[in-house]
T-cell receptor, first 113, second 114 residues
């Protein structure tokens, strides 16, 4: 079926730690993946994306890793800060004539000072 | 520049009433999407508009839901005869094109059906 799932619903870390949020996807034909951050009362905010012809992409303090063999995606946040506390969603693009993003249920990241 | 704007930010209505939710996409973005987010859940695709093409309505949960996009810009999502299960955050997003383009989201409309 269509699903993008997450391994942990809540991740608690200490400020300064590195955080890793995992995501499994089910459609091997998906060619584009995005991570979004959603703070309370706000819409999802784009963090980083990766295309299926890559296995790693780095941004500012964030890295996305894509393992197509096991259909796994991860978001790494370096030196996690209290402002990183939010719900993180992975989304998978299944191009069916248009860009249809399928979202997972999200992982809540809690950063303690 | 301005982001995606949605109004109202909150809407409380009685069961059986009709509601209209509005979305102003980013200027120049040709693609517009509506998603629904129930409490503690991920985002559920509802409908997609691209330019002047016929919209993809494959995600609309029932015929009580409809949407239109006037002049390729502003969009309105209408829910008729609202039910309690319609309570959710309705999110609008826009993007520049159709393929592998990031979506920019508005802050959503929190709909509560009493």
């Amino acid at each position: 079926g269509e699903s993008v799932g997450l391994h942990l619903p809540t991740l608690s870390v200490q400020e300064g730690d590195n955080s890793i949020i995992n995501c499994a996807y089910s459609n091997s034909a998906s060619d584009y993946f995005i991570w979004y951050k959603q703070e309370s009362g706000k819409g999802p905010q784009f963090i980083i994306d990766i295309r299926s012809n890559m296995d790693k992409r780095q941004g500012q303090r964030v890295t996305v890793l894509l393992n197509k063999t096991v259909k796994h995606l991860s978001l790494q946040i370096a030196a996690t800060q209290p402002g990183d506390s939010a719900v993180y969603f992975c989304a998978e693009n299944r191009y069916t004539g248009f860009q249809k993003l399928v979202f997972g249920t999200g992982t809540r990241l809690l950063v303690s000072p | 520049g301005a982001g995606v704007s949605q109004s109202p930010s909150n809407k409380v209505t009685e069961k059986g009433k009709d509601v209209e939710l509005r979305c102003d996409p980013i200027s120049g973005h040709t693609a517009l999407y509506w998603y629904r987010q129930s409490l503690g859940q991920g985002l559920e695709f509802l409908i997609y508009f691209q330019g002047n093409s016929a919209p993809d309505k494959s995600g609309l949960p029932s015929d009580r839901f409809s949407a239109e996009r006037t002049g390729g810009s502003v969009s309105t999502l209408t829910i008729q005869r609202t039910q309690q299960e319609d309570s959710a955050v309705y999110l609008c997003a826009s993007s520049r094109g159709t393929t592998n383009e990031k979506l920019f989201f508005g802050s959503g409309t929190q709909l509560s059906v009493l």
